[in-house]
Every structure is written in structure tokens, then in C-alpha cells.
């Protein structure tokens, strides 16, 4: 047992060591422990009670917030249906859009064929240079240079829409019209407008996507004596894949809800779009420019609520299509 | 083409796409500044909008524009604190808290003008309350709350465990340790929050067509009296802001000088939201720096 | 490899007359099915400072976080901690009131961003205390009994943050002794801190002995023969020997915890 003796030593040391004169408290010093309090409410308590209490209201309001929006443009939106017995087919399907006097000519078709086409185009236009954008800021730029793009991009996302409209009306629309004649308003103005609006919020989702790729599978790709291109595609970008495809998804629901913009370039013209550069009228642009001129409860009003309930839907859905997608991409 | 070609291809359009880019946003804020700095006079600044000559201000759509910040501001403030303390501090990983995510997150996704047509059918319509400026706020105020609340609760979830246990340990309430010890912690980021909000608020205009109205009133700038009609302090009055002001004059005015009023006024925009921007950084800089400093 | 549910335990017991708290059949939970601490039941003596050590893993931290209910919103506790005759691991157990009695020390210094006198008078003016004068002596006399006195009485008014990290410590000390905690938890204190400050704050805690009980967590075996009266063994979530130290040290009675103190010391 010569190993506990050793012990036994170190640990004699240690002790001798302890002996330290003792300060007498005469301030602080032990509170008799009050027995009583421990079981009953306190200050703390009601503060708690109260804290709690303001927090969930304000989360309270804000679920009501929501349900009653959802429910106010429900209502509203379905009386096309319900009360102006307009039929949900004939509506999604029809090109005819004068709901003026008398008529039941609800056709949302072409709004709708225009609100798609010109976020889809936008779309595809933003995302090759949102993912350059990205790219060069995670993988090829210096500190300065990414630092650079990403006030840049703040600056685009600053811009606020209504300039971006004048804008594309005063420089886009004449540049269209002296290209391709015809008025110059239309989709591709739109589309044009558009993609500088969405750019900024694909670029820095991708950017989040692309920060997330682990830093190892850039450093096992270049091991294997990979070119740092072939580290981009075969790796980098397959493993954000997902997340690139939800920031895409963001920025389509951008294009989509855009109103002002949108309706200063694209000509206001409700006719099925037979190419880019013919007057057209999206979802929101009707919006826009019909709801002062109609009045409450009558059909051509109710016909433009049922244009706000499909653009609530489809924010509800491109929502939903961020989270499947987000979800899958977890998988 | 052997993988070293591709490589510097791939290089070389990543590059020309960025400078694009580059491009586009230096041609779009340089077009913005020329065309409409050499209009902003104190002149332009300083008088009345004019409905069919050439020659107006901004006077009225700046004031208003301020005005409706201040308000949406006040109003939404207190609601996205509160939601954010919760998000931050009290939820725990339930299906409730992925309920009041969930809804946030839709808040956020709804288009503005949807959001401007809920607050025309509630507040203008259904209250009564007509084109007004409160109508505005309330409606900027939904259009605002998802943004900055989860600005705050990023924040205050930045702030270190170990400061509310520190808080804790001494026999403090939960409530009493954030607002004592984890929101003056959390202030630079939840301030520079608000102020990028701020920018949004002054710029948008979708919202506010159908809730503050596309005109203005008369208005007074000595009348301090908040229920007098022509006061400039009166919500119930309908008013244009400065965004709402460029789209109005381009869409639907027909005053000669549309084009150099909405240049000028797009500038006003851009510089205001820029000064925002740069008054966030330079804030929340300051104050970490303050909060954290070795010697003070 | 023998299982840990059979390896005989060495736990000494006191007169409970001695004890100002203990634990029964305490075990910890985490994520619902997960658990870190296995039915530890110890006895603490009044006036003591007893030392926790163990391995990582070994639920020391746990245990000593779940005395104050700081575990309570990310863990299940169930068992008993006797307290004064009350069971404070019950639900309807004011836990505000109960920190003020039980106070805690953490790992890493944690000052609060506000002036060093600020620190310490924080809690105090929660609590509603508002005389100047009472609160300046409190500040001083908490200073001086954490040691620390000597060193920022000029500067009182300096953010916490610009101390040193073994100051930084010493000025948690102060701000839980300034609450009047009759039991103090101390979490690791020194793990953060270089040699000379550990050596302070060791001092420190030695004078505090007289008036405070001390419940210590430390992986630092030569820590917790300097300055510990008693030990408590912890190994994988359970409590395997508790004694003195110096018994604990010198002739540990199961295998492991010979084993363990015998590498640690080196």
C-alpha cells in the first residue's frame, strides 16, 4: 500500500495549506432562511404572471392578426361565387374580364396566365446571376470583395418598389419600345423590373445555403485533385441544392405579391399576353389600379377580391412549397 | 474541354455575371442620384405639391411620410417586443410554438398589397375610420410586425445563456432578468432592427394606396390641435406619402413635371433609406462598442 | 466491464441534526427519456464547503444545478431535496425566494455589462432595497469578503467587463453573497481561470467557510483536497462514495474512485 502513503502525503500538504485568517461579516452575512416564504407567491411571481401575461398577448394578437385576414379576403373574395353565382371554372379558365353592368364576364385566365409568366421569367433570369452573386461571395472573392457585394445587395433590397417602377417606366419601357416597338409595357419590361427586385433575396438565401455546405467536402474534394470548379459543381452546389431551390421559391413568391412595380411597366390591359412586349395585366396590377374606381359589394368589386384571395393563396402556397421543399432537402 | 479549361470558364462568366450585377445597381443608384439631386432644392422641399402645373414640393408627402413612420413605429413596436420575448424566452419546443411560426411566417409572405386591401376593408371600411393616416399606420404596422419581430427575437436570442442564469441564480424573475439584463444586452441589434425596418416602412407605398389614401388635405402646420381637421398632427385625415407620391403623379397625375418630381422624390427615397441603413450600422456598431467597452 | 448499477456504493451519512440540505433518491432526466443522474441521496453539513468531482459526464454539474432548480426548463427532475424542512423539489416552491437562499457561482465569470458597484446592488434594488448608504456598505463589505475589495475600490463605477477574468469571478462571488444566500453552489469556478487567480479565489472561498455552506463542482482533485471538508464521488450519472476529503483522498474504498483520483493526481 505504498501508493496510498504517497497519497496520503499530497494530500496532508494540501490540507496544512488551508489554514487562512477569517474575515467577520457584519453587513451581509447570512439571512435567516424565512421558511414561509418559500412556499408562498412572491413579487417574482406576479412579475413572472404579468411578463408572461404581456408577452402572449402580443402573440395572441398576432395569430388573430392573421386568421382575420385570412378570413376578411375568404369572405369577401368567394361572394363572386356565392352571391354573383360566377362559376370557380369559368373563372380560372376565361380570358373574358368586364364585369361592368350586367355582365358576368369574370375570366381571370389572362391575369393570371401574366402573373405567372412574368414570375417564372423573373425567376429565371435572377437565379443564374443570384448564384454567381453567391458564389462569389463564399467561394472565390476576398473577405473585402464579398463584403463589397453584400452591401450592394442591401442597397438593392433598399431600393424601395415604387422606384424600381419609375424606373423600368422612364429607362426600361422607351429601351423596350425602341427595340421591339409597340408600347414598350408588357412582360418583359416587367420581368426586367422584376429581377432586379428578386436578385437580392435569392442571392443572400443562397448565400446562407452555401456558408451551410461543411467546410470538409471542399477540402476532401480538393484533395482528391479536383478543380475548384468541379469542387462548385459536383459538391458545393449539389449539397445546397435544396436550400438554393427554397431561395428560388422566396424570391418567386416576391415576384408574384409585387404590386406597384409590376403596374407601372406592365401596360394595364387585361387580354391574354400573346407575346412579351404586348400591354398586359397581372393579378396585383388589376388590383391596384381597379379598387378605387369600383364600388363596395357590387360584382366588379367582388370579381377583384376574388383576385386577392387567389394571390393569398398562392402566398399560403408558395409557403407550404418552402417548407416541403426545405423539408425534403433534409432527407 | 479538359477540367482546367472548364474551370477557368466557369471562373471567368462568375465573374462577368457579378460584374453585371455590379453594374446594374451602380447604373440604377447613379441614374437615381443625377436625375433627381440637382431638382432637390429646399424649394422642392419646402412647398406644396401641385396637382396639374409644373413646379411642386414634397412638403406635405415628406411630413407624412415621417408621420406614418413615427406611428407605425409606435404601434408595432410594443406588439413585436412582445412577441419576440415570448419566441425567445418563453416558448418551448411545442406544436404551439410551431403554430405562431408558422403564422408569422405567412404574415410575412402575404403580399403588401393584400395586406393594404385587409387594412381598406377593416379600418377604412368597416370602422369607418375612411383614408386616414391611422388607417395607414395599422396597416403598415401588420405589414412591419413579422420583420421586426423576428429582428428583436434574433437579438435577444444573441444575448449569452450565461447572463440569464447569472440573473436567475440571484433569486431575480424571469421577467425582471430580460428586461434588466437581456433586452438592454440585446439593444444595439434589436435598435438596428428597428431602424432597417424603419427603411422598409418609408419606402413602402402597396399598403398604404387603399388605407392613407393617394391625396392629401389641406394641412396646417400651426394648428398643434390633433382633432382639428386641418391640423398636421390629426390621424383621421388622409394623406400621401412620399413613395405613394411618385406612383400617384406617374400613373395618374398629369402634372408636366411628372418626370422630374418623380426623380427628385425617388432620390429623397433612396438617400433617406440609405441614411437608415448606414445610421443602423453605424448605431449598433457604436453601442456594442459602448456595452462591451474596456473602459467607460 | 461491471455494471455501474452493481458496483457498491460507500455514501456516509451524518446526524441530521448536522445537515442543512440533502437530496433523496434525486435523479435528473433530460429530453424526456435521457437520464444524467441516478437516485443520488447526499448529505450536506452546515458550514462546509463539500467538493463534487468525477468525470465529465459523470452528472456533478447536474446534480448541483438541479439544488436551485436552474435545471427546471430543460430537464425533469424527480426525488426529494430537503431544505429546511420543506421538499424545494416541488412544484409549488417559490424558486425566486428559494435562490435567494441557495445562490450560485458559475464556470464562466459572468458579470452583467453594468459597473462593477452596479453588479452587485442589481438584485438588491429588485428586491426593493433603495438606501444609498446601506447598499454602499454592502457593496464593500461583499467586495472584502470575496477578496476583491483591495482592488477596484477606486474604480466602482468601471464596467464589470473590464476586469480580469479571475476578478471577474471574485465579483460573481460578491454579487451572490450581497443576496445573503445562506448555501452557495459553485459550478467549476476556477476552470476558467490561470493559476494565480484560482489560488485567489481559492483563498477566497476558505474564508467564506465559516459562514456559508459551499457545494462545489471541480475536476480538479488537488482544488478539491485544498479546500473541501468533504467529497463526493460521482461516476456516470451515480453517486459512488461520499466521505471527508481527506478519506476520500487517502483510502477511497471502491475501485474506481481510486482508480480515478489516483489519475488524476498523476
Known amino acids: 500500500m505504498n501508493n496510498k502513503q504517497d497519497l496520503k502525503q499530497v494530500v496532508n500538504q494540501a490540507l496544512a495549506e488551508q489554514k487562512v485568517p477569517h474575515v467577520k461579516l457584519k453587513k451581509i452575512g447570512v439571512d435567516k432562511v424565512n421558511v414561509e416564504r418559500l412556499t408562498k407567491p412572491s413579487k417574482e411571481t406576479r412579475q413572472e404572471y404579468w411578463g408572461k401575461g404581456l408577452t402572449y398577448a402580443a402573440i395572441i394578437l398576432i395569430i388573430a392578426l392573421v386568421v382575420s385576414i385570412i378570413g376578411f379576403i375568404a369572405v369577401r373574395g368567394l361572394s363572386t361565387f356565392l ?92 429601351l423596350i419600345r425602341n427595340i421591339f416597338g409597340g408600347t414598350g409595357f408588357g412582360i418583359l419590361s416587367a420581368t426586367l423590373v422584376l429581377f432586379v427586385m428578386v436578385l437580392p433575396t435569392i442571392t443572400s438565401l443562397t448565400v446562407d445555403s452555401l456558408n451551410a455546405v461543411p467546410n470538409h467536402y471542399r477540402q476532401a474534394s480538393a484533395a482528391l485533385g479536383a478543380t475548384h470548379w468541379q469542387t462548385i459543381y459536383k459538391v458545393v452546389l449539389r449539397v445546397a441544392a435544396p436550400r438554393i431551390m427554397t431561395a428560388v421559391i422566396f424570391g418567386m413568391a416576391r415576384a408574384f405579391g409585387e404590386a406597384l412595380a409590376v403596374q407601372m411597366v406592365i401596360g394595364n390591359a387585361v387580354l391574354m399576353p400573346y407575346n412579351l412586349v404586348s400591354p398586359s395585366a397581372t393579378l396585383t396590377s388589376q388590383l391596384t389600379s381597379q379598387m378605387g374606381n369600383t364600388v363596395m359589394g357590387t360584382l366588379p368589386n367582388n370579381a377583384l377580391w376574388s383576385l386577392a384571395l387567389l394571390l393569398l393563396i398562392m402566398a399560403l402556397f408558395f409557403n407550404f412549397l418552402v417548407r416541403f421543399v426545405g423539408k425534403k432537402g433534409q432527407k | 474541354m479538359n477540367a482546367k479549361t472548364r474551370d477557368k470558364v466557369a471562373t471567368a462568366v462568375i465573374y462577368a455575371l457579378v460584374s453585371v ?181 418609408f419606402g413602402e407605398a402597396a399598403a398604404l394606396i387603399y388605407t392613407a389614401g393617394q391625396s392629401g388635405s389641406t394641412i396646417d402646420y400651426s394648428n398643434w390641435n390633433p382633432f382639428s381637421p386641418t391640423s398636421f398632427l390629426n390621424v383621421m385625415r388622409p394623406a400621401e406619402t412620399l413613395a405613394v407620391h411618385i406612383w400617384k403623379v406617374n400613373t395618374e397625375g398629369i402634372i408636366p413635371d411628372a418626370d422630374i418630381v418623380s426623380a427628385a422624390t425617388s432620390a429623397l427615397l433612396i438617400i433617406v433609406v440609405i441614411l437608415f441603413n448606414l445610421g443602423a450600422r453605424a448605431l449598433g456598431n457604436h453601442l456594442y462598442r459602448k456595452l462591451t467597452a474596456a473602459k467607460s | 466491464m461491471q455494471d455501474i448499477n452493481e458496483v457498491k456504493t460507500h455514501i456516509k451519512n451524518f446526524d441530521p441534526n448536522d445537515e442543512i440540505l440533502s437530496t433523496k433518491n434525486l435523479s435528473v432526466f433530460y429530453g424526456g427519456t435521457i437520464q444524467k443522474l441516478f437516485n443520488a441521496s447526499l448529505q450536506f453539513k452546515k458550514n462546509s464547503i463539500t467538493a463534487l468531482i468525477g468525470g465529465s459526464g459523470s452528472g456533478k454539474s447536474t446534480f448541483l444545478r438541479s439544488i436551485n432548480r436552474m435545471n427546471d426548463k430543460v430537464a425533469k427532475i424527480t426525488g426529494e431535496i430537503w431544505y429546511h424542512g420543506l421538499d424545494i423539489n416541488k412544484s409549488d416552491i417559490n424558486v425566486y425566494e428559494l435562490r435567494k437562499n ?20 442589481y438584485a438588491l434594488k429588485a428586491n426593493g432595497q433603495k438606501d444609498k448608504g446601506q447598499l454602499d456598505q454592502i457593496v464593500e463589505e461583499s467586495l472584502r469578503a470575496a477578496a476583491l475589495w483591495d482592488e477596484v475600490k477606486d474604480n466602482l463605477d468601471k464596467s464589470a467587463l473590464a476586469l480580469s477574468g479571475g476578478q471577474q469571478q471574485r465579483l460573481c462571488i460578491a454579487r451572490a453573497l450581497a443576496v445573503k444566500p445562506e448555501v452557495i453552489l459553485l459550478d467549476e469556478p ?47 450519472g451515480h453517486v459512488l462514495e461520499y466521505d471527508k476529503t481527506e478519506n476520500i483522498f487517502t483510502n477511497p474504498q471502491g475501485k474506481i474512485t481510486e482508480d480515478y483520483i489516483r489519475g488524476s493526481f498523476g
Open chain 2, 21 to 201: 450585377v455590379v453594374v446594374i445597381l451602380f447604373g440604377i443608384i447613379g441614374n437615381i442620384l443625377v436625375s433627381g439631386v440637382p431638382h432637390l432644392s429646399w424649394h422642392f422641399l419646402t412647398s406644396e405639391a401641385s396637382s396639374y402645373q409644373a413646379g411642386g414640393g414634397v412638403r406635405d408627402q415628406l411630413f407624412n411620410s415621417l408621420y406614418l413612420l413615427v406611428l407605425t413605429m409606435i404601434i408595432s413596436l410594443p406588439i413585436a417586443l412582445g412577441a419576440a420575448i415570448y419566441l425567445a424566452e418563453y416558448a418551448t419546443d411545442n406544436w404551439f410554438t410551431s403554430l405562431i411560426r408558422t403564422t408569422i411566417e405567412i404574415l410575412s409572405s402575404l403580399p403588401s398589397i393584400v395586406v393594404g386591401l385587409f387594412g381598406y376593408l377593416l379600418f377604412v371600411v368597416q370602422f369607418g375610420f375612411g383614408f386616414s393616416i391611422i388607417s395607414g399606420a395599422l396597416a403598415l404596422t401588420f405589414f412591419n410586425l413579422p420583420t421586426l419581430t423576428s429582428n428583436i427575437e434574433q437579438a435577444i436570442a444573441g444575448v449569452p445563456q450565461t447572463q440569464r442564469d447569472a440573473g436567475l441564480a440571484l433569486g431575480l424573475s424571469n421577467w425582471k432578468t430580460i428586461r434588466g439584463i437581456v433586452l438592454p444586452a440585446a439593444l444595439p441589434g434589436i435598435l438596428t432592427g428597428v431602424i432597417l425596418s424603419a427603411g422598409r416602412i
Open chain 3, 102 to 121: 441557495i445562490g450560485m457561482v458559475f464556470q464562466k465569470p459572468n458579470p452583467f455589462p453594468k459597473s462593477i458597484r452596479e453588479n452587485i446592488i
Open chain 3, 190 to 236: 476556477a476552470s476558467a481561470l490561470d493559476p494565480v487567480s484560482t489560488s485567489k479565489l481559492e483563498d477566497t472561498l476558505k474564508q467564506l467557510r465559516s459562514d456559508y455552506t459551499m457545494i462545489m463542482v471541480t475536476h480538479n482533485m488537488q482544488q478539491a483536497s485544498r479546500i473541501s471538508d468533504y467529497t463526493a464521488f460521482f461516476h456516470l
Open chain 1, 83 to 174: 352571391q354573383n353565382h360566377v362559376n370557380v371554372f369559368h373563372f380560372l379558365t376565361s380570358t373574358d374580364w368586364d364585369p361592368g353592368e350586367g355582365k358576368n364576364y369574370v375570366g381571370a385566365a389572362a391575369m393570371i396566365v401574366t402573373s405567372f409568366a412574368v414570375t417564372i421569367l423573373a425567376a429565371l433570369v435572377a437565379t443564374p446571376f443570384a448564384i454567381a452573386v453567391a458564389l462569389f461571395m463564399t467561394e472565390y472573392s476576398s473577405k473585402k470583395g464579398g463584403h463589397f457585394l453584400q452591401t450592394v445587395m442591401e442597397l438593392l433590397v433598399g431600393i424601395p418598389s415604387v422606384v424600381y417602377g419609375f424606373l423600368g417606366l422612364t429607362i426600361i419601357v422607351p
